[in-house]
């Protein structure tokens, strides 16, 4: 099937909403600058872009497996000691419901300073600092094996977190025989 040049142009502009999670510092960078230079996206409404210390004794890396983004188009790095959100179409306003349905923690739990960006010029001003950072600098995400239990045991129901119960049994297979 056919399908115009225009059209095509149109979806790939749209790519960098279809990703969500952890990215590589330089794929999150090009993806939030490809959304500022998307003249399809509404001026100064394509998102939140906030960039959070975790407090002493807490890894980057660590904070990292407790973000947790939901909704596609939220993407996150590491580098550089901190974690860099992209809230796509989050308005500055509803930063700490979006953060809340992200994090199992409140956030000043695991981070004691954030840095906040919301008008496009701004973001991209700040794209551009962090385009500069040294690949030695890139946070590299724990390795973790997808069977193993996360650090904290909870989902998002779309209101609240929970956390997920799981069963126990009391007495071992060997003494239930026996009895
Ligand atoms: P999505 O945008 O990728 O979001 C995936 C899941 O993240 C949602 O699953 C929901 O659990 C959570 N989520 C995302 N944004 C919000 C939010 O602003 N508030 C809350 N409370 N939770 C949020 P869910 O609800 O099953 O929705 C599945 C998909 O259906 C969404 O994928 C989205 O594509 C669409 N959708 C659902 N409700 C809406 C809506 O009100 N507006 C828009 N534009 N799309 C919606
Ligand atoms: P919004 O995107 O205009 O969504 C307004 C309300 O529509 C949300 O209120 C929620 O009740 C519902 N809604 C929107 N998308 C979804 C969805 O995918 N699934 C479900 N179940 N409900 C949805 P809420 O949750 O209080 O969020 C208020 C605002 O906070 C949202 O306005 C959005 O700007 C921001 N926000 C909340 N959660 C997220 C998130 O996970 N990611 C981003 N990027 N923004 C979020």
Redesign the pocket.
Known sequence: RHVPEDITTLLSMTQPMKLRGYQKWDTFCDAVSNMMSNTLLPADGK??MVALRPVPGIRIEQALTLCR???T??IMTIGDNRLVLF?????IN?LD??LN??FPLPTGDIFSNRMIWFEDNLISAEIVQMKQLAPEQWGKPLLVASDTKPVLNATHD?HVWRRVPEPLRLLSDAEERAS
């Open positions: 998102g939140v983004p939901n909704r188009g939220d809230l796509s179409f989050c308005r509803d419901t979006a349905h992200i779309g």
